[in-house]
Nanobody
């Protein structure tokens, strides 16, 4: 079992930056692949970014590639999402997610919400124009 708590959301003007954090409980954080997803009002939850267990693999949606950076600090049981050049279309509730992972996995494993077993409660990000 792992519990996830997001923080760092808020209101920012277009062009600004925010850094989201996801703190995980438990002693085996480094065994979990981690991901960020978001859901805007009236829309389905969508993949944003993911990172492999030791951080050697990172994955991004086309909509955030080049603007967002995912990272993790396994010593602190924490994952981060640095969001730069924010646009109003980034407005959503952002969720972090975790899945116990071993061995090699294809890219779709990390980008598919159905792969993840544990979810945080979400943090609101609002980008004003």
């Amino acid at each position: 079992q792992v519990q996830l708590v997001e923080s760092g959301g808020g209101l920012v003007q277009a062009g600004g930056s925010l850094r989201l954090s996801c703190a995980a409980s438990g002693r085996t954080f480094s065994s979990y692949a981690m991901g960020w997803f978001r859901q805007a009002p009236g829309k389905e939850r969508e993949f944003v970014a993911a990172i492999s267990t030791i951080g050697t693999g990172t994955y991004y949606s086309d909509s955030v590639k080049g603007r967002f950076t995912i990272s993790r600090d396994n010593a602190k049981n924490t994952m981060y999402l640095q969001m730069n050049s924010l646009i109003p279309e980034d407005t959503a509730v952002y969720y972090c997610a975790a899945v116990l992972t071993t061995g090699y996995n294809p890219n779709w494993y990390y980008t598919n919400a159905g792969s993840y077993d544990y979810w945080g409660q979400g943090t609101q990000v609002t980008v004003s124009s």
